[in-house]
Structures are given as structure tokens and as C-alpha cells.
């Protein structure tokens, strides 16, 4: 078997390979660091040994050494490791180092490039380290030694005469001393400059100066590692193309409250509008134990009404021996278009999905279908005004508890973080209740409250908590699109 020298990229999940992603998933053995994205575990295999092995505020917690030897021992035993470094593994990550390591004990090896940290923070701070008018090189520099000492590998006068772009990385600790001595080697003081901390998350921060100008700036707003330092023309060219910052939800901090097996729809959804999204699920949904209701074909109206609800019914009829044909003599009606999805899904097209996505909006799309008996399959908490109407518009109704909303606990660093949200999202009543049952003193004063509708809205007023916005579609895409105009109306970035 073979070590992976695998490069994780800048910190933005979407710059992981896919020939990483693939490794990880595969993986026996995962060595990783600190800087990589923090999803990037997520598709490791559950009995992946994972060893943490990042520099924690400085320190080396791991030597070089005793990475080398986790890689040669897991490589000597045949396993499948991943070595997962951030940015590219050739470019100051010491994975040269590591690959000369393992070929002299003659353990087979394969190098993943990875987006490296200079190119991918330039790029996202709207600044191309290379233009046909303004840079024809780059040069990639660590600023780790001290530029002051005379010992230092660097040629500081060399590098200020590179004609081209100069990205130094590990430098911010010494940001005034390499400024120093390239306008000392000759660089103007007048040239462009930007530091970018963070580069591609979504906290990123990006300063620009001059050289003579940079290391203060940087110093004044507090710039701190990791951040690339770039000297050179094309720094100037941020002012026009920024474009990271103008995303509709950069600098803002959502909380989302769903079960994590929903969440990640929506999560991945305020990510891409530029957010940063806490992931705080306050429920977690529980099978219930329980058969199918007898003789499934009596029924001409079987109501699910959510995509769990869908998910538990399946579960029931694969245990049962069956599939999709058990419901082929009812009229299937799906509440909301998830919920139709997640039929789809399972090769039921539903037949009725009522526009409006509650209870309400079924009733009042079977007006004039004739119903003698109805299942409503759903959770065991869920409110009866689905069944009372269908009661009244004539039908015998059988109601089957198929699963049961629980609390997920909420831990100390979640509830640390709440406070620093900007939006708290609500996609449910059983979110809001579980949510401030372990939250209420969690959130800072001025976070706003976004509700998927008027029944979770209902839930957070009786609880004493006013919505701050409620989704004109009760839907995700409604929820997010009522975000996104709230956000645009004015409320600051916290
Ligand atoms: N192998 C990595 C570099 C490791 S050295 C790569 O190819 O990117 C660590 C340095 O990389 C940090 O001190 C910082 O200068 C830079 N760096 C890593 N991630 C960064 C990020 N998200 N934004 C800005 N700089 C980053």
C-alpha cells in the first residue's frame, strides 16, 4: 500500500480535490495539520485512525520526527495513509522532507498537489498574482526566518529586485522587517502591497497599502496568522475586482438549528452566499419501532408530510418486505416540495402537493376529491389539524406515528459560538423549543431570528421571542431568500 502526500487546500471546502476527497474516503491512516478545511475529515471512512499532528498556538504539540514515524510505521504495515497538509504539500509544508523519508525506506508514495495558500487567497481577495500589464512572475517566499539576521537563507536583496510579484508566506510576524529591507534592496515605497488573513474562509480579512505603508496598516487592524503578504502592482488591482466580499451574506454568521441530517442543504446553501454557518442542531429525529397499518391498499389518500416522515415509511416497507407497489392504489399526497423530492426519490410521484406548505394547504387542495380513508403518516408530535380537517371534509382517518423529534444536546463551544451569530434559523417548531430549552442565554441581544413560516413564528412569540423575518415561501429557498433581503436592508454584519 501507498502514503498519500495529499494537499487540502487553503481552508475553503470547495478547494479540495477530488482526488483528495476520494483518498480520504478510502483512507486506513489520516496524519493531518491543523490548516485544513474544516470539513475535510467528514467523508473518512468511521474506523480511519485520524492523528492530529497541527501546531497548536506555535508549539510544535508533534515533532517532525514523530510525524515521520507514524508515516513510516502505518506505511510499513500496509495500510492505506493519507497525509493531509494544507495548501500544497510541496510548498513550505516539509512534504519534500516526508517523501524523502519514505523513499529511503523504500515505502511507495504518491504526491496530490493542492491549491497553495498564495494563489487561492490572492485569487479570492481579487488579486491575480500575475497580469499581462502589471506582473510576468511570482515568486512564492517564507517569511519565517528573521529578515534581520545576517544568517537569514534569504537574499533579501536578490528578492527586491525579482521583477514580478512577491508572496510571503509565514511573514506577518516580520511584515515590517521584510518591508524594510525590500525598499532597502530597492523595491519603491510607493508599491502596491495587501496582506490577506484567512484567505478563502469565511472570515477572511484583506489590507492594502504600500510598501512603506503595509506593515502598520496590518499592525493597526490586528492582521495575525495565517495570512500571504503580497508586494507588487497587481496588489492595486484588488480595488476593481474584489468580488469575495460582495457576496450577499459575506460577514455574516447563521446559525442552523435543523437535525444534522437535514442541515446540510441549507448550511451548504449560506456558504455559497458567502456566510459563515454555525452548525447547531438542537433536534435529532428517532425511528419509531412499530409495524405497517394492516391491509395498506384500503386507504385512497396516504398524506406524508415531511421527507423524514418519507424516510421512516420506506424504512417500514423495505423491513416489511415490500416497496413503492404497497401504496399503489392510494392518491399520495406530499406537504411541501421536499417532502415530494423525497418520493420522488423513491419512484412516488406525488399526487397532490399543496402550494401552501402547511397543514392548511392540503385540505384545501383536495377540496372536491372525495376521500372515504385516509393514512396520515408523520411524527408523533405533530399537530391534528391535518387529520380534523380530513375528518371533516368526510374521511376516516388513521394516524401512524413513524418517528419522534428529540434534543441534540448543544455543547460548550456551540454555545459559545451562538453568540457571535448574526441569524438563528428556525425551520420548525420543535427547533425553536429545543433550541431555547439549552440556548436562551446564549445569544447576544441584537441576533436575529429568521422563521420558516407562521406556525414556527407562532412558537418563537410564545416563547417571548419576536421573529426577527419570516419566509414568504415556507420553504428553504423561501427562508434563504428571506435572509438574503433582510441582510440587504440594511442590518450590519455583526
Ligand atoms: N503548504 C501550504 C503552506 C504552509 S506554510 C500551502 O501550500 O499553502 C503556512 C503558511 O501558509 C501560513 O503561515 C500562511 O502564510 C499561509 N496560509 C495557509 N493557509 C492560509 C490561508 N487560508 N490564508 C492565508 N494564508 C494562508
Not at 441584537?446 to 412558537?459: E, F
Not at 419570516?470 to 428571506?482: M, N, P, V, W
Request: net charge negative; aromatic share 4%.
Amino acid at each position: 500500500m501507498t502514503v498519500y502526500l495529499v494537499g487540502a487546500g487553503p481552508g475553503d471546502p470547495g478547494l479540495l480535490t477530488a482526488r483528495a476527497l476520494e483518498l480520504i474516503a478510502g483512507a486506513d491512516v489520516i496524519v493531518h495539520d491543523r490548516l485544513i478545511p474544516v470539513t475535510a475529515l467528514d467523508g473518512a471512512p468511521p474506523e480511519a485512525e485520524c492523528y492530529y499532528v497541527g501546531k497548536e498556538g506555535g508549539g510544535p504539540s508533534v515533532t517532525q520526527e514523530e510525524i515521520g514515524g507514524l508515516l513510516l510505521e502505518h506505511g510499513a504495515a500496509g495500510r492505506r495513509v493519507v497525509r493531509l497538509k494544507g495548501g500544497d504539500p510541496f510548498v513550505f509544508g516539509r512534504g519534500g522532507e516526508e517523501a524523502e523519508l519514505l523513499r529511503e525506506a523504500g515505502i511507495p508514495f504518491e504526491v496530490v498537489p493542492g491549491v497553495t495558500a498564495a494563489v487561492a487567497a490572492s485569487a479570492y481577495a481579487g488579486i491575480p498574482v500575475t497580469h499581462r500589464d502589471a506582473a510576468s512572475a511570482v515568486a512564492f517566499v517564507t517569511g519565517h526566518e528573521d529578515p534581520g539576521k545576517p544568517e537569514s537563507a534569504l537574499d533579501w536583496e536578490s528578492l527586491a529586485a525579482f521583477p514580478g510579484t512577491l508572496a510571503v508566506y509565514m511573514g506577518v510576524a516580520r511584515l515590517s522587517a521584510i518591508a524594510a529591507r525590500l525598499r532597502a534592496g530597492g523595491r519603491p515605497g510607493s508599491e502596491p502591497a495587501a496582506v490577506i488573513e484567512r484567505g478563502t474562509l469565511p472570515g477572511q480579512r484583506v489590507v492594502t497599502g504600500t510598501l512603506e505603508t503595509i506593515a502598520q496598516v496590518a499592525a493597526e487592524a490586528g492582521i495575525r496568522a495565517p495570512a500571504i503578504s503580497l508586494f507588487g502592482a497587481v496588489a492595486s488591482l484588488r480595488a476593481q475586482l474584489a468580488w469575495f466580499e460582495s457576496r450577499p451574506l459575506h460577514g455574516r454568521t447563521i446559525a442552523v438549528t435543523r437535525a444534522r441530517a437535514q442541515a446540510s442543504g441549507l448550511a451548504a446553501r449560506l456558504r455559497e452566499l458567502g456566510a459563515e454557518v454555525l452548525e447547531a442542531p438542537a433536534i435529532r429525529i428517532r425511528a419509531l419501532e412499530g409495524d405497517l397499518p394492516a391491509a395498506l391498499d384500503r386507504y385512497d389518500l396516504i398524506c406524508l408530510t415531511s421527507p423524514n416522515g418519507v424516510a421512516c415509511l420506506f424504512d417500514r416497507l423495505t423491513a416489511a418486505g415490500l416497496d413503492a407497489r404497497a401504496l399503489h392504489g392510494a392518491r399520495v399526497a406530499a406537504i411541501g416540495p421536499g417532502t415530494a423530492r423525497a418520493l420522488a426519490q423513491r419512484g412516488i410521484l406525488a399526487d397532490v402537493v399543496p402550494e401552501r406548505f402547511v397543514a392548511e394547504g392540503l385540505v384545501e387542495a383536495l377540496a372536491g376529491t372525495e376521500i372515504s380513508r385516509a393514512l396520515v403518516a408523520r411524527a408523533a408530535e405533530a399537530r391534528d389539524v391535518l387529520p380534523d380537517a380530513l375528518r371533516e371534509h368526510g374521511a376516516e382517518v388513521d394516524v401512524l406515528a413513524l418517528y419522534e423529534t428529540v434534543s441534540e444536546p448543544l455543547s460548550d463551544a456551540q454555545r459559545r459560538a451562538l453568540a457571535g451569530a448574526d441569524y438563528v434559523t428556525f425551520t420548525s417548531s420543535s427547533t425553536v423549543r429545543f433550541f431555547f430549552e439549552q440556548a436562551a442565554g446564549a445569544l447576544a441581544p441584537g441576533t436575529r431570528l429568521a422563521s420558516i413560516g407562521p406556525v414556527t413564528s407562532a412558537t418563537l412569540r410564545e416563547l417571548g421571542h419576536e421573529p426577527a423575518l419570516e419566509a414568504e415561501r415556507h420553504d428553504i429557498d423561501g427562508l434563504i431568500g428571506a435572509i438574503v433581503a433582510d441582510a440587504a436592508g440594511g442590518s450590519a454584519p455583526g
